[in-house]
T-cell receptor, first 112, second 117 residues
């Protein structure tokens, strides 16, 4: 079955450090891939998405590239801020289906 | 515009009681989803609706859980005879439709935190 694997957290970085959160997936066909973010006390928000191989999703300085050859969708940001502290979820959905598969989430803590 | 709303935001109940959780999706969104987020766990898919129909209920943890949707809009998730292991945050999400790449994006509500004593 489909699955998403994320690196375990928590990830603790200093402000302006480079961020990578790894995400790999297993899926049949060609899924759409997502990163969602959950800020403290808030609901999940879509951060970025990519719907086909080699697509790059980007938003708020975050980027992730859909790599079919490595079945990965790693999240990166060149310079994190304290306000980026949150839990990040990688997710997929196979085209034409309803069942979204989420990773277990990675907590990011950015220190000033 | 209005996002997905859920009520109540917090619910504390005693073991054995029934609870109802409500979700109001974004207007015009035909697909609606329920998830459960337990402490330290990822999101567990429970059920989805396309319109008022729930084609697959296999994600519901037990027969104490049920959900319905009326008028293609509001949905309620009911948990009967609650148990302590039901304590979690219950999240609702909606999307325009199912199947198209541009319509796959889900928009989440703030969740209902359920605590069963």
């Amino acid at each position: 079955g489909n699955s998403v694997t994320q690196m375990e957290g928590p990830v603790t970085l200093s402000e302006e450090a480079f961020l990578t959160i790894n995400c790999t997936y297993t899926a049949t066909g060609y899924p759409s891939l997502f990163w969602y973010v959950q800020y403290p006390g808030e609901g999940l928000q879509l951060l970025l998405k990519a719907t086909k191989a080699d697509d790059k999703g980007s938003n708020k300085g975050f980027e992730a590239t859909y790599r079919k050859e490595t079945t990965s969708f790693h999240l990166e940001k060149g310079s994190v801020q304290v306000s980026d502290s949150a839990v990040y979820f990688c997710a997929l959905v196979s085209s034409g289906t309803y069942k979204y598969i989420f990773g277990t989430g990675t907590r990011l803590k950015v220190l000033a | 515009g209005a996002g997905v709303s859920q009520s109540p935001s917090n619910k504390v109940t005693e073991k054995g009681k029934d609870v109802e959780l409500r979700c109001d999706p974004i207007s015009g969104h035909t697909a609606l989803y329920w998830y459960r987020q337990s402490l330290g766990q990822g999101l567990e898919f429970l059920i989805y609706f396309q319109g008022n129909s729930a084609p697959d209920k296999s994600g519901l943890p037990s027969d104490r859980f049920s959900a319905e949707r009326t008028g293609g809009s509001v949905s309620t998730l009911t948990i009967q005879r609650t148990q302590q292991e039901d304590s979690a945050v219950y999240l609702c999400a909606s999307s325009l439709a199912i199947g198209g790449a541009d319509t796959d994006t889900q928009y989440f509500g703030p969740g209902t935190r359920l605590t069963v004593l």
